[in-house]
């Protein structure tokens, strides 16, 4: 089945198939994959507290570790399939999903102990700061390497040309 052509309106980013049903709405992969995020974050936190609320005797970082690897699955699907809308390369999109949130979360952890424990700046102010500069590296990091395409790969015609006998 030939897949529509892409338009002068059309999503902006690394896709091969026509926007998904999120995209369709807000127009901009930017805003999407705030939006994404900031859901991810909500979800994560009630996740957290569920985890350590059903089972209290755990330690934090178990919970922790328990929220996050389910968030970062989660979210994982929703970006691939609303944000970014790749498709093929599953295990390597997982692995350098991972790769860049992992990154991220230490990233996070270096800066906070800096700003905060070292410098003595004000935790939660400390924290507001450095989230604001990872979502946008997290943003680019995403786009270019864990969803990353090349030309051929991205260009839903040139796919449906190849896949046509």
Known sequence: MKQPEPTEEAV????????GPLLKLIKDERVAFVLVGG?????????????????PGLPSPVVLSIAFVISLISVFFVYRKLVFRVKGHF???????TLVNLTMF???MALL???????????IPSQIAIT???VIIN???????????????????????????
Request: aromatic content about 18%.
């Open 139 to 165: 943003y680019f990091g995403h786009k270019y390497f864990s969803f990353r395409r090349s030309p051929e790969q991205a260009s839903p015609k040139k796919a449906t040309e190849e896949s046509t006998p």
């Open 91 to 97: 295990w390597l999109d997982l692995g350098r999903f």
């Open 113 to 123: 102990l800096v700003a905060h424990e070292v410098l003595g700046y004000p935790q």
């Open 39 to 55: 859901a991810n974050t909500a979800f994560s936190t009630g996740l957290f507290i569920a985890v350590a609320w059903i089972y």
């Open 12 to 19: 902006k980013g690394i896709h091969n198939g026509p926007p």
């Open 106 to 108: 230490f990233t996070n």
């Open 132 to 134: 604001c500069v990872t």
